[in-house]
């Protein structure tokens, strides 16, 4: 039915009256001449309303030429009479097409320039990079080779490693990544001692070239040399050396981690529910109909910003606001539990802070309990690692 | 108002299991509730006002009584009156 109605509304549709003595007679006349009918209603004993297709009305003069009645319109519904209206107002249709234009125009630039997955770079100066091969706010996006840009930005760009430009829309994407430095090693020909990077207790040392200063067993400080690159031997002039060796030393790291004896889980059931809302100047409108229906849930915030341009930047936002369902759960943890798990999240702390091929070789664990039913739990991690670094002989100094 | 060939015509839709509404011209009435009345196979309107339709059949004439009728859509097969319908009835 709906479907009838909506067809009905898009070929035009009008209301007419008729006035008549037989107006059964005017309808059986009319649907034998296959003209559609509906919504026919007797207002009085003369006079009825009805609805009629746009053809249907025209086919209507014949059959009002047969019987003695008057058909007067009273209303004219539907697309066409809607359009009819509409091409009236030239200006409007003008103004239109001329908005849909511009718009169409206006998105074939770049507006924002967006650079992502910069860490020690600034944004800005990659942006700035990026002007002067043409990728900039206001450039012609057909004109922009971004394949060209890209190695463009690689070449001028050391630090960058590899360099991906979308076009989405109006704004460019500037994803890239930078190059992990590696440390400064100095060159086998020129002299150097190592040195502790770390205070420790030597464990193992290992010369290769150079030597030693300290032995196993020895306390030592950050700096203190390990390993000298000056050789001193008794009878034989003074070498100096580029030292070379592996120092393992035990290490200490503390770290502390608090832990609520009261274990609060949230953990999202995968339902999703999103809120739209518009900010105009201080005021934010919502825009989605429906407010959050979970009792607990976590939220997530997004906000679009129309175009930035020089130092304007539009005062409306869209923002998003994504809602998870959580199930929220409480649980008391026993002290020792709660212990185990400080204790683990310290070490996964801790794996993350350290360099490579470390070795943790022991721990050791203190706890106490505080207010509000949280514990403090100190960790004491023994590690062995090679705590030697490279330090180049100033020879000049040694001259003197 | 059964001729020879209507007979005949029974006849044959009752041996064959035909449906007899198509063999025997006659008209469908679907009633729903009392608000609206679906009449298949009509042969014209005879009277219309708000209180009272008379459409004609084959059968004769049905007659609808009730308020607020109006002919939600008329075509040369069906016609379809809603309102709140009071009587349902043939006229020979």
């Avoid at chain 1, 007679?25 to 009805?50: G, Q, S």
């Amino acid at each position: 039915m709906l479907a009838v109605r909506i067809w009905n509304y898009l070929k035009g549709y009008v209301i007419i009256k008729v006035e008549g003595i037989n107006l059964e007679r005017f309808i059986n006349l009319a649907i034998t001449n296959n003209i559609y009918f509906w919504d026919i209603e007797r207002v009085n004993f003369t006079t009825l309303k009805a609805r009629v297709s746009l053809k249907g009305y025209k086919h209507l003069r014949s059959i009002r030429k047969r019987i003695n009645c008057m058909v007067s319109i009273l209303e004219k519904r539907g697309c066409p009479f809607l359009l009819h209206r509409i091409f009236k107002r030239k200006a409007l249709v003008a103004g239109g097409i001329t908005a849909v234009l511009i718009m169409y125009f206006l998105t074939s630039f770049v507006w924002v320039v967006e650079v992502q997955g910069n860490e020690r770079i600034p944004g800005e100066r990659i942006v700035r990079e990026l002007k002067a091969f043409g990728l900039k706010p206001g450039a012609f996006k057909p004109f922009i080779d971004t394949r060209e840009v890209e190695t463009k930005l690689l070449i001028e760009m050391d630090q960058l490693v590899w360099v991906g430009i979308n076009i989405l829309g109006t704004r460019a994407v500037v994803d890239i990544v930078e190059r992990t430095e590696a440390p400064p090693l100095i060159d086998k020909s020129v002299p150097c001692n190592i040195v502790a990077k770390k205070d420790g207790i030597i464990n193992n040392i290992y010369v290769y070239q150079g030597q030693a200063a300290v032995k196993s067993g020895d306390t030592i400080k950050v700096g203190q040399v390990l390993i000298n690159g000056v050789v001193e031997e008794p009878g034989k002039p003074i070498r100096v050396v580029h030292a070379m060796g592996r120092v393992e030393a035990r290490t200490w790291y503390q770290l502390t981690e608090e832990q609520n004896l009261r274990l609060v889980t949230r953990e999202r059931t995968g339902q999703m529910q999103r809120g739209v809302f518009i900010r105009v100047g201080g005021n934010t409108f919502r825009f989605s109909r429906k407010k959050c229906a979970f009792q607990n849930y976590d939220t997530e915030t997004e906000t679009r910003r129309l175009i930035e341009w020089r130092n304007i930047t539009a005062p409306v936002e869209l923002i998003i606001e994504k809602y998870y369902e959580v199930i929220v759960e409480e649980e008391f943890l026993p002290v020792a539990a709660a212990v185990d798990r400080a204790v683990k999240k310290t070490a996964q702390r801790l794996t993350g802070m350290l360099p490579q091929e470390v070795e943790i070789t022991d721990r050791r664990v203190k706890y106490i309990e505080t207010e509000n039913q949280t514990i403090r739990v100190d960790v004491i991690f023994e590690t062995l690692e090679d705590i030697g670094l490279e330090e180049r002989i100033n020879i000049n100094h040694r001259e003197d | 108002m059964e001729t020879r060939g209507d007979l005949i015509k029974k006849g044959i839709a009752d041996l064959l299991e035909l449906p007899r509404d198509i063999v025997l011209d006659l008209p469908k009435i679907t009633l729903l509730g009392n608000l609206q009345l679906y009449i298949e196979n009509h042969k014209g309107i005879i009277e219309y006002s708000t209180s009272l339709v008379r459409v004609n059949t084959k059968t004769g004439i049905l007659v609808v009584t009730g308020s607020c009728l109006t002919i939600r859509t008329i075509v040369v097969e069906e016609i379809i009156i809603v309102g709140s319908i009071d009587r349902v009835e043939f006229l020979q």
